[in-house]
């Protein structure tokens, strides 16, 4: 997935203001720090467990979620309690709190997007 770099915050963990599909984020960066207003290929990871309702839902029914920022994508399958959505041009993996919601591909699905970490690929 590719992400804008719009600030890099001095300190350890780094933490980056980044941008997904057109979403502003902020996110601790794992690895070596990037510059401001690159454009880098990575791995985006929401380190929390979601529960329906609260941090997930169907597009559509996201008036019932928590505040923060909101990530739109589609399913591109499930796995137990895992989602894998597609965001924008990459996929992001999901751990939802309640495996037994079946969720069919290609059904549009809002996170709040709090708690990442951001791994640069090198792609």
Do not use: C, F
Request: net charge negative; no cysteine; aromatic share 2%.
């Amino acid at each position: 997935m590719q992400v804008h770099v719009v600030v890099v915050h001095p300190g350890l963990p780094t933490v980056v203001d980044i941008v997904v599909a057109g979403v502003p984020l902020q996110a601790e960066w794992v690895g070596s720090p990037p510059n401001a207003g690159e454009l880098v290929d990575v791995e985006l990871d929401i380190v929390s467990m979601l529960g329906w309702g609260d941090a997930i839902a169907m597009d559509g029914a996201e008036a019932t979620l928590r505040e923060g920022p909101q990530l739109r994508g589609n399913v591109e399958m499930q796995d137990q309690d895992v989602l894998t959505l597609r965001i924008a041009n990459g996929l992001l993996l999901v751990e939802i709190d309640d495996g037994s919601i079946e969720v069919s591909p290609g059904k549009a699905i809002v996170v709040v997007a709090e708690n990442l970490k951001v791994y640069p690929t090198g792609i």
